[in-house]
């Protein structure tokens, strides 16, 4: 086994990604399972199951489960609470579709993707969806806050 060489000093003003979460996986973070919701759901039943869980964003599925946007509780909530949405219409018509295009790229967070990747991830995006390699199921949502926790509960 090679021994890797460092050109850095011993002490630096920012650590490197790497160093930051010490190889740290983000099956590591030990987040909430994923809850999800189908396109064909109530509001009202959305806005309550996010704060029964303490979700701030839900991912929305169709019926063959495949991952098709989200929803941002907190806007929701506000559209329903201006008299601009009714607690009986559908999630799929305030739900925020996913760009699957060639110029945007669909970016895959597995439970072992790096804490690294997923830092990167989330300085471009609100929060992460984790899934199984093929993007059958989602596993649960992570957040910047959960990062930061991680780094505070480890000591990091």
Known sequence: MAAATSTLPAQTSSSSLGDKYRGAVVEDL???PAFTIPSDEAISHAVE???ERDFSHIPVLDRKRKLLGYIDVAALKAKWEAGKANPDD???QYMTKFKRTAATPYTIITPSTPLAE???FLKRN???IIT????????????S????SFVSRRGF
């Not at 199984?132 to 957040?143: P, S, Y």
């Not at 806050?145 to 930061?148: I, K, N, S």
């Open 30 to 32: 030990q987040l909430q």
């Open 49 to 51: 199951m996010a704060y």
């Open 90 to 92: 559908k999630v799929s």
């Open 118 to 120: 997923l830092e990167q």
């Open 126 to 128: 609100i929060f992460a």
């Open 132 to 143: 199984d390699w093929d993007r059958k199921f989602v596993l649960g949502v992570a957040t």
């Open 145 to 148: 806050q959960d990062l930061e």
